[in-house]
């Protein structure tokens, strides 16, 4: 499996843990950025766009910035894809 298949599956773990975590706060706020961030570079990615324009990069330390929860699975989950999209980008 190449790297942006596992990264749009991973970009997809993360987009559904917000949808179900965090549905009442994405309208507002830094899960707003995260979330359009993340749903913006699922869209590069199935439309084939240049991976360069892939802005997920920095959200973990965003979060962090704002809260101490570092045992939080979206944190894990954001790492894992920053990680990739680091090998891409």
């Known amino acids: 499996m190449d790297n942006i298949h596992h990264l749009k599956n991973q970009i997809t773990v993360v987009i559904n843990l917000l949808n179900s975590t965090y549905i009442n706060e994405i309208d507002s706020g830094l899960f707003q950025l995260l979330y ?7 869209e590069i990615l199935e439309k084939d766009r240049d991976v360069h324009q892939i802005n997920i990069v920095g959200g973990v330390r965003a979060y962090l910035d704002h ?6 699975p979206l944190l894990g989950e954001m790492h894992k894809a920053e990680k990739l999209a680091k090998l891409l980008i």
């Open 36 to 42: 359009k961030r993340y749903s913006d570079s699922l």
């Open 67 to 72: 809260y101490t929860d570092y045992k939080n």
